[in-house]
């Protein structure tokens, strides 16, 4: 990508939670920096978004516990294998970030919670885990949590400027049941006026304090100017 100081980088992120900026050229390292402390499910997980002068980030940190045994038939039921197995990473700092493209420095990060109801432990409040892809437009960045909750944050400094909890049943428009869940994989994606969220995600475990669970819904938001 093209920099503002008329020099070109590539953006890489990998799952120990390390971000990195190298010349395309020549493959130098511009700059690095640890964001999260990784894990086999992120650190870095899906996808960045950039746009002139920033990269945006989101920073899961969760890992599930090893299966052993595995066989050919028993891949395809990896959610049922994971189960609740999933844990976050020691050190984890998972939310969402903002750097300059250039020196690499952090403009602004975020890391929200949510609320879980544990029946042995009460309401417990929990990190808010960044697994999706990110995207940005017209200075505002878009982010949903494997709590199935959709936020949007001004680019420049990171306020909340709104946020949709896409877990929930409803009565689609053609007036059949649905329900949303889990945010991975593909996040939010910004389309003309509106936003495109798919949201319940099935391969990781099922509903516990970091997922939401499964799922079978697109949610179409209609965004409007200033």
């Known amino acids: 990508m093209n920099l503002g100081n008329g020099k070109s980088a590539v953006i ?20 690095s920096l640890r964001l999260g402390a990784g894990g086999n499910i992120g650190g870095i997980h899906w996808g960045m978004a950039s746009d002139a002068n920033h990269v945006y980030v989101g920073v899961s940190d969760v890992t599930v516990d090893k299966v052993t045994g595995l066989t050919a038939d028993s891949l395809f039921h990896l959610r049922d294998l994971v189960g609740n197995n999933i844990h976050q990473s020691p050190n984890a700092t998972p939310g969402v970030y903002a750097l300059d493209l250039i020196t690499g420095k952090v403009v602004w990060e975020k890391h929200p919670t949510h609320t879980y109801a544990d029946n042995s432990q009460g309401v417990l409040t929990v990190d808010s885990i960044y697994s999706a892809a990110l995207s940005v437009t017209n200075d505002v960045v878009f982010a949903a949590s494997l709590d199935g909750v959709v936020k949007a944050f001004r680019a420049s400094d990171g306020a909340e400027l ?14 059949n049941p649905g329900n ?3 945010i991975d994989s593909d996040g939010p994606i910004p389309g ?3 936003l495109l969220v798919n949201s319940g995600y099935a391969e990781f475990g099922g509903t516990n304090k ?16 200033p």
């Open 162 to 175: 709104w946020s949709y909890a896409t877990a929930t049943k409803f009565t689609d428009v053609n007036s």
């Open 192 to 194: 003309g006026t509106d």
């Open 12 to 31: 890489a992120g990998e799952k120990s939670g390390m971000l990195f900026s190298l010349d395309p050229d020549t493959g130098r390292l511009n700059w």
């Open 210 to 225: 970091f997922q939401a669970g499964t799922g079978n819904a697109l949610f179409v938001f209609r965004l409007s100017g």
């Open 180 to 182: 949303g869940g889990t």
